[in-house]
């Protein structure tokens, strides 16, 4: 955060939804007298500081800025691991309500860091699945109603006041999943429609490599080839995870297959040239498996299902690319065909 204490004010302020003049009368102060603060035109005196902050609920650090940028992304990274520290496998409903509850805290204490505030609107939007599919907090609907609309929430302030673009689509792209497990498809589509599109061909990144060669020449070039195609490898890899799924549940068996089997080996192509792939390139398979056997469980083929169960894991195992634990996760969740998001 820039050390500008103007627009600090500001956007706490919005953050906690007051008008210049709600936050004018908790300070004694004109409104017009918030009004140049905030556009910088005068500054708060010194001794005015402190209630300031007191009365956005901050520290008087953050109001002037003073978060230093490595100690934000040590708290994001630390907020993160204590995330996916409390994923129950056994639980995965009431572990997803549980961190959607720590997250919630995490943003109230700090409102103004956009990346934690983003990691609980994509965590109420994983949330908004077990609500919807799994009748979640089904005996509590106005609790379920609150979560959502403060996601909701949460994330328009993204899309209205970061200024990290990558931060902004993740946020539509989390409340369109919102809007759809709330069966509100026009606010939906609303969120997906603003997102980069395959139609846009005359994308940047290509643009990018020719600059690099004109610029630089070809070697230049050949890295920006690898960055590109590393995050085609990302858009493939959530792609065919939603065809994985999808068919595999609902489709009928040999057009499950059919493209189950396209997937895999299209990404056995990718995986030729190694510093093309991500590291989603193992969940990848992961969910290839799983939605495997999901098919041939489907298709009321349970011994075969148990067989490519059992394969897998064994793989995995001689492998070791899992801890013991993830390995016992993953072990849990085929044989007992949990599903995890």
Same mark, same amino acid.
């Given at each position: 955060m820039k050390n500008n204490l103007g627009s600090n004010i500001? /956007?706490?302020?919005k953050n906690k939804g007051f008008t210049q003049e709600e936050l004018a009368g908790m300070l004694g102060v004109t409104p017009q007298a918030v009004s140049r603060w905030e556009s910088e035109a005068g500054l708060p005196d010194i001794s005015m500081v402190v209630p300031i902050a007191r009365a956005l609920n901050v520290t008087t650090d953050m109001l002037l800025g003073y978060n230093a940028a490595d100690k934000d992304d040590y708290l994001v990274e630390t907020v993160r691991n204590k995330v996916e520290d409390m994923y129950d496998i056994s639980d995965t409903g009431g572990s997803a309500l549980k961190r959607t509850e720590y997250l919630a805290g995490e943003v109230s204490r700090n409102p103004m860091n956009f990346d934690i505030n983003l990691l609980y609107v994509q965590q109420v939007a994983g949330l908004s699945y077990y609500i919807d599919? !799994?009748?979640?907090?089904?005996? /509590?609907?106005?609790?379920? /109603?609150?979560?959502? !609309?403060?996601?909701? $929430? $949460?994330?328009? /302030?993204?899309?209205?006041? #970061?200024?990290?673009?990558?931060?902004? !689509? $993740?946020a539509h792209c989390a409340l369109a999943w919102i809007y759809i497990h709330r069966k509100d498809f026009e606010n939906a589509r609303e969120h997906i429609n603003v997102l980069p599109s395959l139609n846009m061909t005359s994308i940047r990144e290509l643009l990018y490599s020719e600059l690099m060669f004109f610029e630089h020449g070809f070697e230049e070039m050949k890295d920006n080839f690898t960055a590109t195609n590393k995050m085609l490898c990302a858009i493939l890899l959530r792609q065919f995870k939603c065809m994985l799924e999808n068919y595999a549940y609902w489709g009928k068996t040999d057009e499950a297959l059919r493209n189950l089997e396209w997937?895999?080996?299209?990404? !056995?192509?990718? #995986?030729?040239?190694?510093e093309y792939t991500t590291d989603d390139m193992k969940h990848f398979w992961k969910k290839y498996y799983y939605n495997l056997v999901i098919a041939y469980d489907k298709a009321g083929e349970k011994e075969k299902a148990n067989e490519i169960c059992e394969e897998y894991l064994k793989t995995i195992s001689t492998q070791n690319e899992y801890s013991k634990e993830e390995y016992e996760s993953i072990a849990k969740e085929f044989r007992e065909r949990i599903y995890q998001l």
């Open positions: 500001r /956007n706490f302020r599919m !799994e009748g979640l907090l089904s005996d /509590n609907p106005e609790r379920a /109603n609150d979560i959502l !609309e403060d996601g909701i $929430k $949460k994330g328009v /302030n993204i899309i209205r006041y #970061s200024d990290c673009r990558k931060l902004v !689509e $993740k997937c895999r080996k299209v990404i !056995e192509a990718y #995986s030729t040239i190694p």
